[in-house]
């Protein structure tokens, strides 16, 4: 183990990476639709060897006293035990609450639901819109991988029929949510001062620290998450911002 | 009797089982039982915890089964139910008489199954997953375990009832089955039956059970055997898992019934 | 501990028992009705040196939604710690869980209770029935025990006088729940290749396999439920079937 | 004044008091007040689990009161509330005086309290059947604790309120004492008393509390005394527990006040 | 350590204390009023090292079905780690929940607050008054200062605006709780056959047993508590009625 | 553009800080912030539990972040919520980088953040406090870490949001950031900013860290400064902890970098 951790350090003060890929190349990338009928939408990204499930289950439920015009919107991340060794059964970690706390933050300062078109009625009544983030394989970078799932899913939604304050859950209508953005997550490590993007689960064993760059579909940051227990320089950050606005146009693509 | 999709009263779901399908795990292998979809995955042996449920004589098979969020009509909560609680357990039982625990004593084995959508049949759909997966990494088994849940409509007994058949049923019996020792592991029944109809369902649902063991030794052939592609490509990536112990577990291997004489 | 073990093993080969039962023969039952005056209902179950009651507290709730015409049933289970010095404080274990589901199962598989006419206002207002297993002492088949308590406890039931949407439990008034069966339990344990009904303690510690097999009035199975962690043949559970249908009458006159 | 249930004011409700109910335990009692019933069972002295509790000169008495969902006129949620919480806590203290903790350094004693029906005055019946438990149990003790409560309605005092009482009086003032060192081991009030109908509360509770002690004692003399029926009776089928430690709980015993003479 | 608790108690033993006080000398004590303006009121009390604050949230919601004309109070305690390093994050320990329903009690069996005047619509609708005691600094004592915390903060509460359900936290109004009372508690702790009161932490941690006596502004005693492992004799239990009734005179007059 | 309480843009809100406000902890400290209270304290190095966190080589810095109950507009419910856990985990991040945690192999340091009142920039409250606490607990550390929050109202850059700015920003941008190595520790954004902007928060809030570390600073030599009224105050009544480990952190201190050079 810790002689691993050592190759991948050794690598990394050189710019290079264990699977031969460069700083600001990712693995390969497949994102599939609705691979769960059950749910409302879902998408199944797969990132290298990580894996990631995303569905959207519908509700009706009482809008928050303090925006009583908009649906609600829940994203909730479970590091599910078949995924790693090292995830445990209990409530959500450290890591899973960042996780979804870190997608939701995407997904709403974007606005890429208009959550106001989802109020059936003010004060009472509103779309409830649950995400819910599944880890099968855990190999590195969840947080770009649930973002793009999260997003890929929440677009093929088909809304279920609305019968008084019952859902028809078996009739999905043809509606779709209102969506207006596709905010795109860019994740780096800093390891022996260098920047890599999309860190793999070794990469992220050793990393010094890490930032995730959430941009909207013109380019502005939405988001912005550091991690990891050590500090960044502002240049690093600078330069983070620029490598993140080139790559999330690629990313974008696998979006559409 | 006719089935609403088509299917005679003995045919199962169609049947999908694909075993290896999570990189971190042991072993590990999915099933699509119609639209019911499992994924199982194991970990270990290795050290129990918590310490006080260490078996000294054996190793112990820490089962758990959920379901995901979005897998259900209605949402599911995540956290523990009692029915995912009681399914755990059943689960448990329905595999351990299959494992060879004894050879692993004071460890943990790990399995977790989770439901990714549930249509009818998810614990028999977990079982089938489980038990390839405990095969995929090469834990040492008596047999593989099958399982297949059969009801009666009409006059007729029904073999790995669908949603909207579960409604209509008489009874729902889940059954587990190992087809080598022709030895009954699950059980379990909610319904209204005389006992000669009783003794009809569970004669249908052992016949889905031996049914599905080919599609699970099929799966692992596709793993494992000498022709499969994955085992080559795996090879090249990582160290491969060596899969003796899978072998114990086929009718094919006489290792399987030696091991069997000399435990019992 | 081993050595005993291996005694009731021995005896077990030869279809004895430690205390000289046969093979299908019941450890003394009683059955005392009400004594919990507070209760809608009560029962408390001997059986040998086992003892439980169970207690029915009616209530009113909000129906299921996809049972709006239908009163609600819940079943539910604690392993007190009083009980056996291998109870634990805390949520039901995986035992408890499974005895309050077995139950659960027997009452409502055979329609003992006509959950129809516990409506009292459709999508809006019914009847809750819960049955609370309380196990006081425990040495041997839990299941059997709970089971005809509850079932006893139920048709032991004088509803409360109902004002609006409160109940005034002060004032029971003469009206029983709608009961319609007497669902019976009979508990087997696999020992040695053999079969024996009524295991007690020593023998549910070094049992096979274990099977309930729960028929109503007119012999029908309405409920299974295997555990243990060995096998049955499909022989053996046949023949559990035959024996059960002859035991249950006699256990049903208990409940009468 | 008159009682609803035409008691004098210095009465005890009718009282039952059984040890030896639960054969699982090493001690067990249930005690009746009226309609108020409360079963106690002891475990131990055993190993003390988590070893964080253990203490290292002495034994610690684990405490639990808890309410069956049925004992309460609204269905009571299972589980623990705070209120059970500071029952537990209190029950605790007011039976540590009582036994010789010291004898048994880093075990635990573990209690178990369970009313199944409440109707007024239950932590005073749980103390009454946990005292008896323990010295079913054969633990060494001091003396037994006898609980009793007082209240104040109109201008009298009133002993062992019943639930509709309890709605009227001035204050609810549950005792627990020790009658052969005359100690006080629980005390609490709520209420509205001046400082001398406290004091005359205070007293009626304690009279109480030596009548309950007399009961208490007879139930461990029909348990375990030369003519106890059950004892012959259990003495076949088990092994029975020497009451030696019961002994010295009863005041007529010489051995125990020795005992109290060197520990002290 | 140990040495430490020796000397206390051989101090005790004399009727003297490692702080030079008393027997019936409190700590100095400082009551700050209303040092959390988010909170509709909030005291801070400081008796010696021990730092206490108790805040108060007003809130809406139905009453309790058998009291439906009725505000309801809460009492909550938290020992938050930040006060002693013997505190542990979870729910509420023992010492926690007795410190919250002993406070509770003095409150409800003075009549501090009329409670009848904080029902809205019967049945419906009242207010919530939530106690919150947080304690900063353990340092003995905490039944007393959290009991004077509470009833300062009470008495300071302006109750925010209701605009139909919905509380307007922003707008507080002029209007205060309808208190009528204040009761005062004073703890003993007997250590050596003697008395005192105000037990510093050292002093907790020997003693043989302790009352709180909590009386109203008339002398009459509300609420009694005794705690520890050892016994009182009636003597001293009523001889501490006689000092409290005294030292509460003294108490009161912090609270005006 | 003017702000409401008629700050300018780059101002902070008026500032308090207080070391030594908790007697029972090895370190603790005060922060307002506006409106904004926070109070911080330390226990240890002492032993980790539970032992399966502790680490080999360091020390492990167990951080919770908690809201009083009555610290906000609507009452906040006690116990762990999704928020208050990340805050805790990026708080953690944001001190450690700052702390010799490789000096106390296998211990725990162990800090509590209570939010007293909360009027927005409650976790840069929080980080200020903490720094305070550790070093008035004498923990060696590399630099204090100081936290401002900004954001972008308008066309300007705003720093130290309150409550009501923080509903009009274009995004809230709270930093931690170490003057000393000019290291920013903590970065989290929330909004709508270009790139060019966000440069721009950033480097506002950055500044802000420098006039807060100013006054964290004072407030140590208020503590353990040679004219420290408090301190002597202090070694009075109790054995006065020696503020080395204080020293360390601060710039003027030149044992701190030879330290940071040896361990680096």
Tied chains: 1, 3, 5.
Excluded at chain 1, 94 to 104: G, I, K, S, Y
Aim: net charge positive; with cysteine; aromatic share 4%.
């Amino acid at each position: 183990m810790i002689i691993q951790n050592q190759h991948v350090l050794n690598m990394a003060s050189k710019g290079q990476r264990i699977d031969n890929r460069g700083q600001d190349e990712y693995r390969e990338i497949d994102i599939e639709r609705n691979p769960v009928e059950k749910a409302e939408g879902s998408a199944k990204v797969t990132l290298g060897k990580t894996i990631v499930i995303a569905g959207i289950k519908m509700g009706i439920g009482k809008p928050f006293s303090d925006r009583p015009d908009e649906g609600v919107l829940m994203v909730n991340a479970e590091f599910s035990p078949i995924a790693s060794p090292n995830f445990e059964i209990g409530p959500p970690g450290d890591d899973a609450v960042e996780l979804a706390r870190v997608v939701d933050r995407g997904i709403r300062e974007s606005h890429a639901i208009d959550l106001r078109k989802l109020c059936i009625e003010k004060d009472e009544k509103v779309w409830m819109v649950n995400v819910d983030i599944h880890i099968i394989n855990h190999s590195g970078n969840l947080i770009d991988a649930s973002a793009m799932a999260s997003i890929a899913a929440l677009w093929e939604v088909r809304l279920p029929e609305l019968k008084g304050n019952e859902i028809n859950y078996d009739k999905k209508t043809s509606k779709r949510l209102p969506m207006t953005a596709k905010p795109v997550p860019v994740t780096f490590v800093k390891m022996e001062g260098n920047l890599f993007m999309d860190p793999g689960l070794e990469e992220e064993e050793v990393m010094e620290a890490r930032l995730t760059v959430t941009t909207r579909d013109n380019g502005n940051i939405v988001s912005l998450q550091k991690g990891g227990a050590k500090p960044f320089t502002q240049d690093e950050i600078e330069n983070a911002f620029a490598l993140a606005e080139k790559k999330t146009k690629e990313l974008r693509k696998l979006l559409n | 009797m006719k089935r609403k999709d088509k299917r005679k009263p003995g045919d199962l779901r169609s049947v999908e089982i694909k075993a290896g399908v999570i990189e971190q795990a042991d072993g590990s292998a999915m099933v699509k039982m119609g639209r019911t979809i499992a994924v199982a995955a194991v970990y270990g042996p290795r050290e129990m915890h918590p310490r006080r449920m260490r078996k000294s004589e054996r190793a112990f098979l820490k089962t758990t089964y959920r379901m995901a969020p979005f897998s259900t009509t209605d949402r599911c909560r995540p956290g523990r139910s009692r029915r995912s609680q009681e399914i755990s357990m059943v689960t448990r039982e329905a595999l351990e008489p299959a494992i060879f625990l004894e050879e692993f004593p004071k460890t943990g084995i790990y399995l977790f199954i989770e439901i990714i959508q549930a249509d009818a049949g998810t614990r028999t759909a977990g079982i089938n997953a489980a038990s390839v997966a405990l095969a995929d990494a090469g834990i040492p088994m008596r047999d593989l375990v099958a399982s297949v849940a059969a009801g009666k409509i009409g006059k007729d007994y029904f073999l790995d009832l669908e949603y909207k058949e579960e409604e209509e049923t008489a009874a729902d019996v889940p059954v587990a089955y190992m087809p080598r020792t022709k030895e009954i592991t699950l059980l379990q029944m909610d319904g209204d039956l005389s006992v000669k109809d009783m003794k009809g369902v569970l004669q249908t649902a052992i016949k889905g059970c031996e049914i599905m063991y080919e599609k699970q030794k099929q799966a692992l052939r596709e793993r494992w055997g000498p022709n499969a592609a994955d085992v080559k490509k795996e090879l090249k990536t990582k160290t491969a898992k060596p899969p003796s112990g899978t072998l114990r577990g086929t009718p094919s291997g006489a290792q399987a019934s030696t091991k069997t004489e000399k435990k019992r």
